[in-house]
């Protein structure tokens, strides 16, 4: 199958660089599927799942929290905010993080701006979690 050049970058690493059959990614507006000679394209990344085969066919599941894809030229960057491969999640962690924000989603009103921090706290605790499931 054919390839591209495909950078994953967070704030905090280079998750990914080299070439990849298609990744499938989490946009605001739904799943992506990114394959070789795709159009130029931008779009904001969402909270979900992301799903890369890399060149040699291994296929790798990874949680994803904002950010922005773009692909040009050919080539793909998806620069995220949040980005785990489900191999390195904290199970435990993202367990206690949702019983964290459930217990404060109980106490606050939905027009509290605090509301809408703990919603997607919950949001990327649960994508973790199914991720590393």
């Not at 054919?2 to 989490?26: N, Q, Y």
């Not at 990344?45 to 040009?72: F, M, N, P, W």
Request: include cysteine; aromatic fraction near 6%; glycine fraction near 6%.
């Amino acid at each position: 199958m054919a390839t591209f050049h495909l950078k994953i970058v967070t704030p905090d690493r280079m998750v990914f660089d080299g070439d990849a059959e298609r990744i499938v990614i989490r946009t605001v507006a739904g799943d992506v599927c990114i394959l070789a000679k795709h159009i130029d394209y931008t779009a904001p990344i969402g909270i979900g799942q992301c799903h890369v085969v890399d060149a040699e066919g291994k296929s790798r599941e990874a949680a994803v929290s904002g950010g922005i894809l773009t692909v040009y030229g050919g080539e793909v960057m998806a620069m995220a905010t949040t980005f785990e491969w489900s191999d390195e999640i904290n199970l435990s962690r993202a367990e206690k993080a949702q019983m964290e924000a459930e217990e404060k989603l109980k106490i606050l009103k939905r027009d509290d701006r605090e509301f809408a921090v703990a919603s997607a706290k919950l949001k990327r605790a649960i994508n973790r979690i199914n991720v590393a499931k």
